[in-house]
C-alpha cells in the first residue's frame, strides 16, 4: 500500500518536472531561433539595400542626384542608359601607337570624341592595332547586376517578409560646408523585417535597445542627416 502510494506521488511529480524542463528549454531556444530567423532575414534585406545604393549610385551619376522614389530607380533600371568608357589597346605598344598615329594624321581634320568614333568603327572592323578611348551609351539592364538570378527590380521596393510593406527611402541636397551635396537613405525598420517571428516581445526588446542607443530600430543605409558616404548601419 505505501509502495503504491509513493509511486502515485512519483507520477504525480514527473507532469510538473517535465514541464518545466520543457519551459527551461523553450525559454533557451526563444532567443536562438528569433536570432537565426532574424540572421537570415537581415542578410537578404542587406543585400536588396545594396542593390538600392548601387542602382542610386549609377542614377547620380546619370543625373547629379538621387532618385527620390523607388519607381524612379525601377524606370532608370528598366528604361535608362549610363555612360561607360571603353578603352582599346596599350599606349606601351608601339606598333598600335604608329598604326594609330597613322589613321590619326589620315583623318587630321576629326577631332577628340570624332577622331575616337571614326577609330571605334575601324575597330570594329577589324582594325585591331589600335589605342584609343571611346565614350558609350549602354542600357543599365546590360551592365548592373548581370549574372545576379537573385535580383528582380520588380521587387525592389517591397521589404522582405513582410507580406507587402514598402522599402522607405528618401533623397534630398544639403548644402555642406558651402558644397551642395546630394543624399539619400533607404530603411526598413524591423517591425516589418521580423514580422511573424516569434516572441514578438523579442522584436519589441530589440527596437527598445537600438531606441535607448539612437539607433535606427532596423536596417538603414545612406543618410539624409549629413554625408557618411552611403554606408549601411550594418556595416
Not at 524542463?21 to 525559454?27: E, K, P, R, Y
Request: proline residues 3%; positive net charge; charged residues 25%.
Amino acid at each position: 500500500m505505501k509502495q503504491s502510494v509513493i509511486r502515485i506521488i512519483c507520477a504525480v511529480l514527473v507532469i510538473p518536472i517535465v514541464l518545466l524542463v520543457w519551459l527551461t528549454v523553450q525559454s533557451v531556444m526563444e532567443p536562438v531561433n528569433f536570432n537565426k530567423h532574424r540572421a537570415y532575414r537581415e542578410n537578404v534585406a542587406i543585400q536588396q539595400l545594396k542593390d538600392i545604393r548601387d542602382l542610386q549610385v549609377a542614377y547620380k551619376n546619370v543625373n547629379g542626384r538621387y532618385a527620390s522614389t523607388l519607381d524612379s530607380l525601377k524606370l532608370f533600371y528598366n528604361e535608362g542608359k549610363m555612360k561607360v568608357v571603353m578603352s582599346v589597346g596599350s599606349k606601351d605598344d608601339s606598333l598600335a601607337m604608329a598604326n594609330t598615329d597613322k589613321f590619326k594624321k589620315k583623318f587630321r581634320n576629326l577631332k577628340g570624341e570624332k577622331l575616337n568614333e571614326k577609330l571605334h568603327e575601324l575597330y570594329l572592323a577589324g582594325e585591331n592595332n589600335l589605342v584609343f578611348s571611346i565614350t558609350t551609351e549602354i542600357p543599365v539592364k546590360d551592365t548592373l547586376f548581370l549574372g545576379r538570378t537573385d535580383f528582380n527590380v520588380e521587387e525592389l521596393a517591397i521589404i522582405p517578409f513582410s507580406k507587402g510593406d514598402s522599402v522607405l527611402m528618401e533623397s534630398t541636397i544639403k548644402t555642406v560646408s558651402g558644397v551642395k551635396v546630394p543624399l539619400f537613405e533607404a530603411s526598413m525598420p524591423f517591425k516589418s523585417l521580423l514580422k511573424g517571428i516569434e516572441p514578438e516581445q523579442l522584436r519589441i526588446n530589440l527596437d527598445a535597445e537600438r531606441e535607448d542607443q539612437g539607433r535606427y530600430k532596423g536596417l538603414q543605409v545612406g543618410s539624409i542627416s549629413a554625408p557618411n558616404n552611403n554606408a549601411g548601419n550594418w556595416e
